[in-house]
């Protein structure tokens, strides 16, 4: 019936909502499961995927300025030769654009709202939160000062940016790339979910 994509600020409870709405609506919910497929087919264990995706400057992008393919070849020990983030992304794409014709599927993460962006029966949902609430959860939650609660959260949303503008050349923040944008300062996990099923309900009425 449809495809819904999820992309988050920094501590937005971004799992819970898409697993909750996940349970409501019956469809498949698709994080780590992507991750784990993705280093399959480029013959990595998860741990290596999850390792490579890391050490890259925007989470899925980098090694081409810092890392040599030596210390890339080190990392994933494979004989295969040297991955890039391009490789990355491009199997990445291939995956996401796949499950969007499995369809019932909620993707949460890796540039969903710009593959399927032109797509029909989609949703493209955004779950944002004030600044200064996410600073102060963070600090509460992690003993943080502000100052390392504000790094913190700025590392994890620029990796996000970095990655839409790199490959897609789009703005992660254009509010034009998203169908909803709920703000999670003032709804519930589960008011997120009812709020994303009645706008999924009015999306494929069009």
């Known amino acids: 019936m449809a495809v819904i994509t999820i992309n988050k600020e920094f501590g937005t409870h971004s799992q819970r909502v898409a697993s909750k709405l996940a349970q409501q609506l019956e469809y498949e919910y698709i994080g780590d499961q992507l991750l784990a497929q993705i280093a399959r087919e480029l013959n990595l264990s998860k741990h ?20 040599t393919c030596s210390i890339v070849q080190k990392v ?15 199997k990445t794409k291939e995956l996401v654009e796949k499950l969007y014709v499995n369809d019932n599927v909620i993707i949460l993460g890796w540039g969903g709202q710009c593959i399927l962006r032109e797509k029909p029966n ?32 700025k590392n994890d949303e620029e990796d996000f940016k970095a990655y839409i503008k790199e490959y897609f050349k789009a703005d992660w923040n254009d509010a034009r790339l998203y169908d909803l944008i709920i703000d999670m300062g003032k709804n519930s996990v589960m008011e997120a979910v009812d709020l994303i099923c009645e706008n999924l309900k009015h999306k494929l009425k069009e």
């Open 122 to 153: 989609t949703l493209h949902v955004k779950l944002i939160k004030k600044a200064e609430i996410k600073i102060t959860e963070l600090m509460d939650q992690q003993h943080l000062s502000r100052k390392a609660a504000e790094h913190k959260i």
């Open 76 to 90: 994933v020990d494979r004989e295969h030769g040297c991955l890039d983030d391009k490789a990355y992304y491009e």
């Open 48 to 67: 290596e995927a999850e390792t490579f995706r890391q050490t890259s400057k925007s989470s899925v992008l980098r090694l081409v300025d810092k890392y």
